[in-house]
Every structure is written in structure tokens, then in C-alpha cells.
């Protein structure tokens, strides 16, 4: 299989001495407002230690090429990603020192001032590119999980759900978490043998196929990636539920029909601020009077929603193109105001994802040299590196979230089996 190519449009700024030195001092004298946590740069033998000096949270970086200092000046948090990438620095714990910046938004918010703000156009730009019409949801579908089935099998668990998993006990392993997952959305569906379910956005098609095989419903399962669409279509017809699983390659705002329950593990993330709207009325659209929608989502803290949706982050410029999180109060206003459905139950456990990055981490690097054999890079492989880190930092410091709604059109009884999930 050839790799994608990973394009990390950066270059070295082109500064005498003089320049550099003072582009460095800046970026450090940033980091001297550091309040929470502990980090320490090592830099040519030389040791700067910011933060707090009885921390808990302790992050490194190793210096290890003086340009990273003009990335992290000329872009921000993305250049500190894009020297990451390039191998100018590294660090023995990355998550670390992504929840140690976390855990200092007032300092990550004004590394992104400076002169990081002349790159912000420009990103913005690229984001606006990629909105997620339907031509263009397609297209950002595809830059990711098209990347190729092989990836995702190196460090997925079996049943290759590529989203949080929930751990109901301490020895549970990544497959077991995974499949306590599908096993509780179903049963906050109140999935029954003549239920007629409709998912959006199949993955490699664990949910379809576990609903079906467990709770004996029909199955409606879609997606835009073609590489999850074959992968899923060998694994129904395996199963020998070509009759009771059927498998489209359709953009949701196509579906027609009437179903009894639906659900959407995190397809949201997909669907951009400005078609929320859409998403929802649709949703409501495609239930039955009676039905019920289980949608799980990862979400923005509320108080950095608007900031998040008029900027550009490291996962939308160079993982999820499209990509945007949603906080829970914003999906909540907008299914109030658009759609008739109503807020049964919810549940938050954004630090199971946390322990699912971390695992996902651990199958990544060690399928480091069976992933470089397949055609995957350097540069891809410390780009993933990052982007697991990244993301479970923010799910160790709250910053982001994962929930599961389970919405109710108005003929809706309350399924029974509700009280079992209520804290």
C-alpha cells in the first residue's frame, strides 16, 4: 500500500541571529506566565523550568533544532504541532506537556496573539475550504479515514470502534470497554427485534453489526468513506446479515424514510457549526413520531465554544479538515429551537476517552515498524504521534469532553430500562 503523503506545509523562517534570539526570548517569556503544572525546556545542556514549583503535572520538551522558537512564534499552538512533526523537539511524556498548556489557557490563548495572528487569515481560509457541504464532506471524509483500513487495524481493538469506549470496571481491556459501549446504547434505545434502527455514520460497522446479531433489529447503517463501506459490507455479508443489515454510501441529508430509532456515535464532529441545524431537523425528520435518538459527541467546554468556532486548531488544519466540536448547550439550543425532539437522559465520560487514547497510543507506537514497512513515513507517524497525545490531554484537563444524548420525539415513552444509567 503506498502512504498518503503528509503534507506539513512549513519551512524555517529565514531570520539572521539577532531576529531569532529575539523570537526565542519571546516565546520563553510567554512561558514564564505559566501558573498550573511544571514544564522544563532543555536546550543545549541548559535547563528553564516555568510553572508552578510544587507540581504534580510536570511536562519536558527537548529542544533539539533552535527552529522550532520561529514556528511557535510565527503560528502559535499549530507550530509548536508543525516542529513536533519535523522532529525539533520531543518529549518523554508528549501528553504531559499538552495538559500542563492546557491546564493555562490564558497562556496558549496569547501564543496564538503575536504573530501568530498573521497566519490566522491564512488558516482560516483553508478551514473555510473545507465546509462541510455535500461535495465537501465527502472530500474531508476521505482525508481521513480513507488514510487506508490498514492503519486503524494497527492500533484499533478488534471490533475497530474508533471512538470513546466506556470502562466499567479497572481490568476491563479496550475490546471489552468498546463492546460495554454498544451494549449500553442499546439498551438506553430500548432496542427490540421490530425496531427498524438507522445509523449515521457506520465506521467499520460494529454498531450495525452488534445491534443485529444481539437485539435481532433491522439495521440502516451510512457513510461517506468508501474504505469503511467495503470494510463493513465483507464483515455483513461474513455475518450473513446481508438481509437485515443494509449498507449505504450516502450523505445524511439524502436519507429518506421513517425509522424507530437512530443513532450517531460521533459522525457529529463531522457535520460543522453552520449545518448543525440541518443535522438535527434531519434527524427529527427521519424518526417516527415515537422515536428515539441516541447521539454520542465529543464536545467543547461551553465557555470555549464561540472562541473555538472563529479559530482553526492543530486537528483541524492538518486530522479532521471540516472538523468542529460542538458543546453540549449548543446542540441542546439548537434541537430545542429546530426540532421537536426533547432531552431524555445524558451522560458524560470524557475520561474514558482519555484511557482510550492512551491505549490507542500504546498499539500506535508499537506498530511503529509494521506501519513504516506499509509505506507510512516519519513525518506521518510523529503527526499521529501528536495527535493522539493532543487529544487525550484535553480530555485529562476537561477541556473536551464526550457525552451521550438520547433524544425523544413527543410520542416517546420512556424507555424502562433509563433508571439503570441515572447517577
Not at 495538559?99 to 490566522?120: I, Q
Not at 446504547?185 to 460497522?205: M, R
Not at 458543546?327 to 451522560?347: A, F, Y
Request: net charge neutral.
Amino acid at each position: 500500500m503506498k502512504s498518503p503523503s503528509l503534507s506539513v506545509k512549513t519551512h524555517r523562517l529565514n531570520v539572521n541571529g539577532m531576529t531569532a534570539a529575539l523570537l526565542r526570548k519571546g516565546v520563553l517569556r510567554q512561558l514564564g506566565q505559566l501558573r498550573h503544572g511544571q514544564l522544563v525546556i532543555v536546550e543545549d545542556g541548559e535547563r528553564h523550568v516555568f510553572g508552578a514549583r510544587e507540581a504534580h503535572l510536570l511536562g519536558e520538551i527537548q529542544i533539539l533544532d533552535s527552529a522550532v522558537w520561529g514556528l511557535v512564534a510565527a503560528n502559535g499552538s499549530i507550530g509548536a504541532g508543525e516542529a513536533f512533526i519535523h522532529g525539533y523537539w520531543s518529549s518523554p511524556d508528549l501528553t504531559a506537556v499538552v495538559r500542563v498548556m492546557v491546564s493555562n489557557l490564558d497562556v496558549l490563548d496569547a501564543m496564538e496573539g503575536g504573530l501568530a495572528r498573521l497566519a490566522r487569515p491564512f488558516t482560516q481560509g483553508l478551514h473555510w475550504l473545507n465546509r462541510n457541504t455535500r461535495k465537501g464532506s465527502r472530500k474531508n471524509i476521505e482525508a481521513h479515514y480513507d488514510l487506508g483500513n490498514d492503519l486503524f487495524q494497527e492500533f484499533l481493538d478488534p471490533t475497530m470502534m474508533y471512538s470513546a469506549a466506556q470502562f466499567l470496571s479497572a481490568d476491563d481491556t479496550l475490546e471489552q470497554a468498546q463492546l460495554n459501549k454498544l451494549e449500553r446504547i442499546c439498551q438506553k434505545l430500548s432496542l427490540k427485534p421490530t425496531d427498524h434502527l438507522l445509523e449515521i455514520g457506520t465506521g467499520w460497522g460494529s454498531m450495525a453489526l452488534y445491534a443485529a446479531q444481539h437485539y435481532g433489529c433491522k439495521v440502516t447503517s451510512t457513510t461517506l468513506s468508501r474504505e469503511q463501506f467495503a470494510y463493513t459490507a465483507q464483515r455483513i455479508e461474513a455475518a450473513g446479515l446481508q438481509e437485515q443489515v443494509t449498507l449505504l454510501l450516502q450523505d445524511y441529508r439524502d436519507l429518506t424514510g421513517k425509522y424507530d430509532k437512530l443513532v450517531s456515535i460521533e459522525m457529529i464532529e463531522a457535520v460543522g457549526h453552520r449545518f448543525l441545524p440541518t443535522y438535527f431537523k434531519q434527524c427529527a425528520h427521519l424518526l417516527k413520531p415515537d422515536g428515539l435518538m441516541l447521539l454520542q459527541a465529543i464536545t467543547i467546554r461551553e465557555q470555549r465554544y464561540e472562541q473555538a468556532r472563529n479559530s482553526v486548531d492543530f486537528i483541524q488544519r492538518y486530522i479532521f479538515p471540516g472538523g468542529a466540536l460542538p458543546s453540549v448547550q449548543n446542540m441542546l439550543q439548537i434541537v430545542c429551537r429546530d426540532t421537536d425532539m426533547n432531552l431524555l437522559h445524558m451522560e458524560d465520560f470524557g475520561l474514558h476517552y482519555a484511557r482510550t487514547l492512551r491505549l490507542w497510543h500504546d498499539n500506535f507506537r508499537g506498530a511503529h515498524g509494521r506501519l513504516a514497512e506499509l509505506g507510512y513515513d516519519e513525518y506521518f507517524l510523529r503527526l499521529w504521534e501528536f495527535y493522539l497525545c493532543y487529544c487525550e490531554g484535553g480530555f485529562m484537563e476537561r477541556t473536551i469532553g464526550t457525552a451521550q444524548l438520547l433524544l425523544a420525539k413527543p410520542a416517546a415513552i420512556n424507555p424502562p430500562l433509563l433508571g439503570r444509567f441515572n447517577a
